[in-house]
């Protein structure tokens, strides 16, 4: 079946480092695939979306590229700040149903 | 943007009693609302999808008696954990969707309730 798989946290970088959280999956067919964000307190966000293989999802300084021959979504920012300290979930979809698969989630710290 | 609130945020109860859990669309209307559950460490796992006047969906190994979902209005949709035990405990968020069915990225999160059976 479907499923992600995302790297365990916590991750602990300082303010202004390069993060990479790392993201594979397991899907039939073509998913869609997402990065979320949760914020201390907040619920689920999406932070950025790719549909097909090869494109670039975007959004407040992150990227994350569907990779589709090596079945990867990395989430990756350049310069990290205090305020992205949250939980980040990777997930798909595989367009057959509105059910979203999640990964476990990788808890971000941010050190000033 | 949309939000989606549940009430309440924390929960403690004892074995045995029920536990009503509310998930509100508070600036718009959701045809379909989403319950998840959150164990520490672990994935969302989805429950069951509810439409707006219809019966829920339950995914595969969720106990539809035990978990009893109403979605008796556009804005509320409530989760009751019937008869708790210790091993319900667990983190439970809603999210709710704007469009018959949704697509995914129209899913708008709550915050999650975190339930504790003693």
């Known amino acids: 079946g479907n499923s992600v798989t995302q790297m365990e946290g916590p991750v602990t970088l300082s303010e202004e480092a390069f993060l990479t959280i790392n993201c594979t999956y397991t899907a039939t067919g073509y998913p869609s695939l997402f990065w979320y964000v949760q914020y201390p307190g907040e619920g689920l966000q999406l932070l950025l979306k790719?549909?097909?293989?090869?494109d670039k999802g975007s959004n407040k300084g992150f990227e994350a590229t569907y990779r589709k021959e090596t079945t990867s979504f990395h989430l990756e920012k350049g310069s990290v700040q205090v305020s992205d300290s949250a939980v980040y979930f990777c997930?798909?979809?595989?367009?057959?149903?509105?059910?979203?698969?999640f990964g476990k989630g990788t808890r971000l710290h941010i050190l000033p | 943007g949309a939000v989606v609130s549940q009430h309440p945020s924390r929960v403690i109860c004892k074995s045995g009693t029920s536990v009503k859990i509310e998930c509100r669309s508070l600036?718009?209307?959701?045809?379909?609302m989403f319950w998840y559950r959150q164990f520490p460490k672990q994935s969302l796992m989805l429950m069951a999808t509810s439409n707006e006047g219809s019966k829920a969906t339950y995914e595969q190994g969720v106990e539809k008696d035990k978990f009893l979902i109403n979605h008796a209005s556009l804005t509320l949709s409530t989760l009751t954990v019937t008869s708790a035990h210790p091993e319900d405990s667990s983190f439970y968020i809603c999210?709710?969707?704007?469009?018959?069915?949704?697509?995914?990225?129209?899913?708008?999160f709550g915050p999650g309730t975190r339930l504790t059976v003693l």
């Open positions: 999210s709710a969707s704007h469009t018959s069915g949704g697509t995914t990225d129209t899913q708008y």
């Open positions: 997930a798909l979809s595989d367009g057959r149903d509105d059910k979203i698969i």
């Open positions: 600036d718009f209307q959701a045809t379909t």
């Open positions: 790719a549909t097909k293989a090869d």
